[in-house]
């Protein structure tokens, strides 16, 4: 990585849970919103995405799909995109377990690459968004464990 990341900010699509999505709808969402990747930098990684703000989505089976590359800035919690990485899970407040355990997989890796980032929730640095639908420090105090009212099971 080129930039500096000293952030890792947690989101939810604020989708149905159990809905399956991708990185593509999110792209359109974000082009509908008038939001556009540095052209540069969108021809150099993934240059089917047009707009994605965020630089991965973790689907409801637990892939982990490319949005922007990690030393493109994010648009995903404004004000805290140039050292932060972007990392949305699909849903709302209720995550399968592969997803559960694709983030924990993405945390621990990016604590591995990097000096330890702050791992927090969108709604930690943006007052009255309750993305990502659950508590990321509760999460991360539990070692990485969702509690089980935030566990969808499979659908």
């Known amino acids: 990585m080129s ?9 939810c699509a604020d989708t149905p849970n159990g809905r399956h999505f991708t990185a593509d709808d999110i ?16 021809l150099r990684y993934h240059p089917e995405h047009q707009s994605i703000g965020y630089h991965w989505v973790i689907a409801v089976t637990g892939e982990i799909q490319p949005g922007r590359h990690t030393d493109e800035i994010g648009s995903h919690a404004y004000g805290h995109n140039d050292r932060s990485i972007g990392i949305c899970m699909i849903g709302k407040d209720r995550f ?8 924990k997989t993405m945390v621990v890796r990016f604590q591995i690459q990097t000096a330890p980032p702050a791992v927090i929730g969108h709604r930690d640095v943006s007052p009255g968004k309750t993305c990502p639908g659950f508590d990321v420090a509760a999460w991360l105090a539990a070692d990485m464990t969702p509690s089980p009212g935030h566990i969808l ?3």
């Open 96 to 103: 399968t377990p592969a997803q559960w355990a694709a983030l």
């Open 153 to 155: 099971e499979t659908p």
């Open 3 to 11: 930039r500096v990341i000293d952030t890792l900010i947690i989101h």
């Open 27 to 42: 792209d359109d969402w974000h082009a509908e919103r008038g939001w556009r990747r540095d052209e540069g930098a969108r």
